[in-house]
């Protein structure tokens, strides 16, 4: 605006001159100063007409810490040359810079951008914006071009070897190992037959190529829904602390998450309930898809009015006595403590997780934060901001020693 200021005086103060003067030359200056301008403009329409553009998303899958490749192509239906284009893909949540390119008649412009993605939810992506502008800057059009595409940013995920449920009278890693005598929907290898195999059991085909009698090996089947794992998140607002990556909520999700996939991918059953803007439950499940379902969900929540207490209690509700609950949340460890009483007092294996609200508030750290649940026997792990989670959900990492030979006993045996 004052480019086009600045050059319709320069245009007014050289007609007022050639006026008073009639001097030719100033006559040339003054169709020169206003010939470049209207060259400009004609120049500028004519470079927006008939261009076109399309976004690919050669990321299949989007996860928060990955890199998303997209590839951008504009191209030109016109016989006007199309020169010094700017070209800006209009994405959400995350930006991407702009890109100058040219395009001769019918000729088309192609490249490929990476870009990491560092927040999950929701990726808009899909629309150029294009504009021509004339040599000096005076004019500008902008046109649209693409169509809008939408794609789910999963939340991060990180590998727990280490994270430990109760399980039964010991500490487990919840993984479903070994082999069985009863009969599953799982057969996972075959074996020689020995005396006292049932007949049933007997593997046809490979007895018939290998001309001896083989029988069936079942794998033990997932577990159910009775010794199910519960994971609970708390995103309730008044008890969030800190901002963006580094904040309380995306700590909490990515704990989730991992949790989630560290017994799912073990072949154990997972449900998972968040309080946040929602109440989310994601009834348990196991394999693959459950923990499709589980990502999905995590990658939309956000805090809200929830209360830990109604998660609990609706947790309460779908959980048999030898499931075990996780609770992640950032809240004081009283208070955990008194929404998780009525699952202690059924005798429910909880697991806390504590997120030290101060330290993500920039304060010092709660180093007096008590990893054990206040008038309980409950151990709980803790995190503080800019913990590694995989080293602080280890069981080698759990404070009080008092647990720590049981631990050590049950991973020996």
Do not use: C
Request: aromatic share 6%; no cysteine; glycine share 10%.
């Amino acid at each position: 605006m004052k480019g086009r200021i600045a050059w319709g005086l320069a245009v007014f103060v050289l007609l007022v001159v050639a006026l008073l003067t009639t001097s030719s030359a100033v006559y040339r200056l003054l169709y020169v100063f206003i010939g470049i301008p209207a060259f400009g403009y004609v120049g500028s329409v004519l470079s927006a007409r008939r261009t076109h553009g399309q976004v690919r998303l050669l990321t299949p899958y989007l996860q928060v810490g990955e890199q998303i490749e997209q590839q951008l192509t504009v191209w030109s239906n016109h016989w006007w040359p199309k020169l010094l284009l700017e070209v800006r893909h209009r994405t959400s949540p995350i930006e991407h810079p702009g890109q100058v390119v040219n395009l001769w008649p019918y000729g088309r412009a192609s490249w490929t951008i990476h870009t990491r993605a560092d927040r999950r939810g929701v990726f808009t992506h899909g629309v150029l914006e294009v504009t021509s502008r004339d040599p000096l800057g005076l004019f500008a059009r902008t046109v649209r071009v693409g169509q809008e595409g939408k794609a789910l940013i999963y939340p991060a995920t990180v590998e727990l070897p280490g994270f430990y449920v109760p399980s039964g009278q010991g500490w487990s890693e919840g993984v479903v190992r070994g082999r069985t005598f009863t009969p599953s929907p799982i057969a996972g290898s075959i074996r020689d037959h020995v005396a006292g195999d049932s007949s049933a059991h007997i593997h046809w085909p490979s007895t018939l190529r290998m001309r001896k009698l083989m029988v069936k090996e079942y794998d033990r089947e997932p577990s159910g829904p009775s010794d199910a794992i519960w994971i609970v998140l708390d995103l309730s607002q008044t008890a969030q602390a800190g901002v963006g990556t580094e904040g309380t909520v995306e700590y909490g999700v990515t704990i989730a998450a991992s949790i989630a996939k560290r017994f799912l991918d073990a072949g154990r059953t997972v449900g998972v309930v968040v309080g946040g803007d929602k109440q989310t439950v994601v009834k348990a499940g196991a394999g693959p898809g459950q923990m499709g379902r589980v990502l999905h969900e995590l990658a939309l929540v956000q805090p809200g009015a929830a209360l830990l207490s109604r998660g609990l209690a609706t947790v309460a509700q779908e959980a048999a006595a030898r499931a075990v609950v996780v609770i992640i949340s950032p809240a004081p460890a009283t208070e955990v403590a008194e929404a998780a009483a009525a699952l202690i007092n059924r005798g429910v294996a909880v697991v806390p997780v504590l997120l030290d609200a101060a330290s993500f508030d920039g304060r010092a750290p709660g180093a007096g934060l008590a990893a054990r649940l206040p008038g309980t026997n409950v151990d709980a792990y803790v995190i503080h901001k800019g913990d590694e989670i995989q080293r602080r959900l280890d069981h080698r990492m759990q404070v009080h020693s008092s647990v720590t030979p049981n631990i050590e006993q049950a991973v020996r045996r």
